[in-house]
Antibody
Framework: QVTLKESGPVLVKPTESLTLTCTVSGFSLSNVRMGVSWIRQPPGKALEWLAHIFSDDRKSYSTSLKSRLTVSKDTSKSQVILTMTNMDPVDTATYFCARSYGDYDYNYVDVWGKGTTVTVS | QSVLTQPPSASGTPGQRVTISCSGI????????VSWYQQLPGTAPKLLIYINNQRPSGVPDRFAGSKSGTSASLAISGLQSGDEADYYC???????????FGGGTKLTVL
């Protein structure tokens, strides 16, 4: 069974950095068909993609947040880590990690973590 | 980085068929497959449709997806009260090498 679980602080002060950890099970972070994305959802608003890490350790980031985001992984620990600097109250949201599955001609996010709610205040 | 365009709301009565549209551009929907997600209040999104029109096991065939060019749609037939949720489309965006989501459609069953 594939699962992802987010963990991290519930409350962060403005200007501080946020570090979230996604612990996965049921698959390997080195599987070439799989990657992990971080996605957030402010209260009452839509989903917003933040960052993605591929099986070969390539990373990609949201254009608007690129300067504040860093994503990394520890394959041996089955963990993906997201760091967001200079937090602001507008960053208050539920943060999800999710698995992407695909090949050269298709891909989709198939499994989501339950999410962790982060308040910036 | 654009957001896929969805209607903010949709509604129908039990038993009816409703359709939710999702519009994008060439670098996302035009070049990649579309997936759809159902999000019930207070829960994580759940995969409903993948690769444009495929249903994961356990998703009833009342849910159907389609894609043409840079647009996609989700059709829900035999509407049930339990279908009340937010629905999101998504596609990979080659221009940013990342995911782009729709703004979400809130479905109300009258």
């Amino acid at each position: 069974q594939v699962t992802l679980k987010e963990s991290g602080p519930v409350l962060v002060k403005p200007t501080e950095s946020l570090t979230l950890t996604c612990t996965v099970s049921g698959f390997s972070l080195s599987n070439v068909r799989m990657g992990v994305s971080w996605i957030r959802q402010p209260p009452g608003k839509a989903l917003e993609w933040l960052a993605h890490i591929f099986s070969d350790d390539r990373k990609s980031y949201s254009t608007s947040l690129k300067s504040r985001l860093t994503v990394s992984k520890d394959t041996s620990k089955s963990q993906v880590i997201l760091t967001m600097t200079n937090m602001d109250p507008v960053d208050t949201a539920t943060y999800f990690c999710a698995r992407s599955y695909g090949d050269y001609d298709y891909n989709y996010v198939d499994v989501w973590g339950k999410g962790t709610t982060v308040t910036v205040s | 980085q654009s957001v896929l365009t969805q209607p903010p709301s949709a509604s129908g009565t039990p038993g009816q068929r409703v359709t939710i549209s999702c519009s994008g551009i060439s670098s996302e929907i035009g070049s990649n497959t579309v997936s759809w997600y159902q999000q019930l209040p207070g829960t994580a999104p759940k995969l409903l449709i993948y690769i444009n029109n495929q249903r994961p096991s356990g998703v009833p065939d009342r849910f159907a997806g389609s894609k043409s060019g840079t647009s996609a749609s989700l059709a829900i037939s035999g509407l049930q009260s339990g279908d009340e949720a937010d629905y999101y489309c998504a596609a990979w965006d080659d221009s940013v090498t990342g995911w782009v989501f729709g703004g979400g459609t809130k479905l109300t069953v009258l």
